[in-house]
């Protein structure tokens, strides 16, 4: 059975940091690209980071224009896990953020359509105050 547990979210003071993980099992991890969209109150659900396929330790990634400089995604194949770091948070940073998994990802592109995703997670919520 598949599962995509996330982690991390909360409530945090704008300019602060949060790290979002996303446990991934029963998959394969290393050969699925993986995604972390978000979704705020009122608007539709959208990309936030994306990472290729990775067979070592490299793997390409892709960011929306407001979080680049400021969330880092990143992936440890060993732990099965997909990571989102998150700095110098904005107030429309708030959403409930998910993670995603599209099975047989290629090793060299991301995906930003969340029409390319087989798994999705729960959600965590992440809410920044002014």
């Known amino acids: 059975q598949v599962q995509l547990v996330e982690s991390g979210g909360g409530l945090v003071q704008a300019g602060g940091s949060l790290r979002l993980a996303c446990t991934s099992s029963g998959r394969t991890f290393r050969t699925d690209a993986m995604g972390w969209f978000r979704q705020a109150p009122g608007k539709e659900r959208e990309i936030v980071a994306a990472v290729s396929a990775s067979a070592h330790s490299t793997y390409y990634t892709y960011y929306t224009d407001s979080v680049k400089g400021r969330f880092t995604i990143s992936r440890d194949n060993a732990k099965n896990t997909l990571y989102l770091q998150m700095n110098s948070l904005k107030p429309e940073d708030t959403a409930v953020y998910y993670c995603?998994?599209?099975?047989?990802?290629?090793?060299?592109?991301?995906?930003?359509?969340?029409?390319?995703?087989?798994?999705w997670g729960q959600g965590t919520q992440v809410t920044v105050s002014s």
């Open positions: 995603a998994a599209k099975g047989s990802g290629s090793y060299y592109s991301t995906y930003e359509f969340q029409g390319s995703y087989d798994y």
